[in-house]
């Protein structure tokens, strides 16, 4: 057979194959369903009302209460409640700044003057030997910052929910050479409820605890995400932990003689838009310190997210 010959039977063989994709197209198109595939979508882009005040920083805050005809000193008297239940940092709304703070003043404290600190219910010296037992020993700082909680510290239960999750990641152990660490951290992960559920249960006993008051967008988040991945039992066992934990504290407080919690409102109180949606139990999880009697005011705060400034003029 010639160059030739072959050559015409491979163009043929070709001519052959197109035709019989093209034909299949053909075919694929007129059965296909009436509904059109669909279209890759965009990302949602949430708007938000255009009439929603922006509160980026503590001055806009500032900004947005005079013109409410509130005074400015309202963030103070947050500030000093936040500090009152052991929240010693700032917010991007409330500036903690020029504040003295017992862990600055603190810092130098030996371990023994810390200790009687301590023994007399201080939660800033309480704060500093978990922190500083945490370099070796977790379940140590664990049992400190319980101890905070019990002297009405609402930041340790926080602090102790976010310990939880990070030592519950079964991988850190491969990083951990001290055997004390190794132990502690075998402890944790094996131990009955799993350290995610006791994790959440801690950040909802924190909400129970200081109410709306404390739901900002960082607890919010870290309740969304333990909670997300958490298969419905596990969620509802974590709430009835929560009740336990709750329970626990308000025993301990009364056996040393103290109030279960403060229940004082403040009369400016900073939380999510929505956070009666972001606690996930069926049962009811009531906050000791209610704001119902409080005036939301939604607002678009740091990051865009949406947030309520709560007003309660009757507690000034």
Not at 285 to 294: K, R
């Amino acid at each position: 057979m010639s160059r030739t010959n072959i050559s015409i039977l491979l163009s043929t063989a070709l001519l052959g194959v197109l035709l019989w994709i093209v034909l299949s197209i053909v075919y694929d198109v007129a059965n296909a369903p009436e509904t059109p595939l669909p279209l890759p979508t965009k990302p949602e882009v949430v708007a938000f009302d255009p009439a929603l005040p922006r509160i980026f920083s503590p001055a806009h805050l500032e900004k947005w209460l005079t013109q409410q005809g509130y005074p400015v000193e309202l963030i103070a008297t947050y500030r000093d409640w936040l500090i009152l239940h052991g929240f010693h940092a700032g917010t991007p709304l409330v500036d903690f700044s020029g504040q003295p703070r017992a862990e600055d003043l603190y810092v130098d404290y030996d371990g023994a003057t810390l200790l009687i600190l301590a023994g007399q219910g201080d939660i800033a010296a309480l704060h500093i030997l978990a922190e500083r037992s945490l370099e070796t020993d977790p379940l140590a700082a664990l049992e400190w910052f319980d101890q905070a909680v019990v002297n009405g510290s609402i930041y340790a239960m926080v602090r102790i929910s976010d310990l939880l999750a990070t030592l519950a990641d079964p991988e850190l152990a491969n990083f951990v050479s001290d055997p004390v660490w190794q132990s502690a951290l075998h402890t944790l992960q094996n131990t009955s409820p799993a350290p995610l559920e006791r994790a959440l249960a801690w950040a909802i006993a924190a909400v129970t605890f200081g109410g709306y008051a404390v739901l900002d967008q960082s607890l919010a988040q870290r309740i969304h995400s333990l909670s997300e991945p958490m298969e419905p039992s596990a969620i509802n066992r974590a709430c009835e932990i929560a009740q336990d934990y709750v329970l626990t504290t308000a025993a301990a407080r009364r056996a040393q003689g103290s109030t279960l919690f403060s229940t004082q409102t403040p009369p400016l109180a900073l939380s999510v838009s929505q956070p009666e949606a972001v606690i996930p139990c069926d049962i009811p999880v009531l906050p000791l310190i209610s704001l119902a009697h409080c005036t939301p005011n939604i607002f678009v705060g740091p990051d865009t997210t949406l947030n309520t400034a709560w007003l309660c003029p009757e507690t000034e």
